[in-house]
């Protein structure tokens, strides 16, 4: 566990000396629906709702952090996330982006643990004179320890599916 915070930490760092003020980063907060779907012999697929914090760079980079709960069995499932959205023209209703990162499981309470790492794309759709972004990305996760009694992920692979809306905060 201390290693997930020293990373978070480092993460969370390297954004704030390397990035743009966030006025020029675009900081949103979204909220989504999330589905899981193992892809290993016996594995099965489980759906929840998410919460996230982004910050993108003007340069295409940046991060986010998300959060889902999983209703059952009752998983939270956290994802720091390194970004890169592609440069599209200025009408453009579509911007696609890149996610690769690190992911936490955690089982009753976070009793039990499975960690991972994340790659996966997504696209924003931004809409006219509108606050809201809708978004959809997808993860392919490949988790490493294999725990007593984890049905979700047997230690194995899954792809992690988010459909939601974000909001721009901070005077965007």
Known sequence: MK?????????????AVFAAPAQAQGTMVGVSGVGIFSLEDEGGSEFGAGAS????????????????YLFDPETFVINANVMYTFMTSDGSMVHPYLLAGGTLFGYNSFDENQF????????????????VTPFV???FIRTFDKGEGLELIPGGSSILVNAGVKFAIGGN
Do not use: C, M, Y
């Open 137 to 139: 990305d997808a993860r």
């Open 116 to 131: 991972g790492i994340s790659a996966g794309a997504g696209a924003n759709f931004h809409l006219q004179n509108s606050p």
């Open 3 to 15: 290693g997930i915070v020293k990373g978070l930490s480092a993460l969370a760092l390297a954004t």
């Open 53 to 68: 914090f982004e910050w993108a760079g003007a340069n295409g980079f940046g991060a986010r952090l998300d959060g889902n």
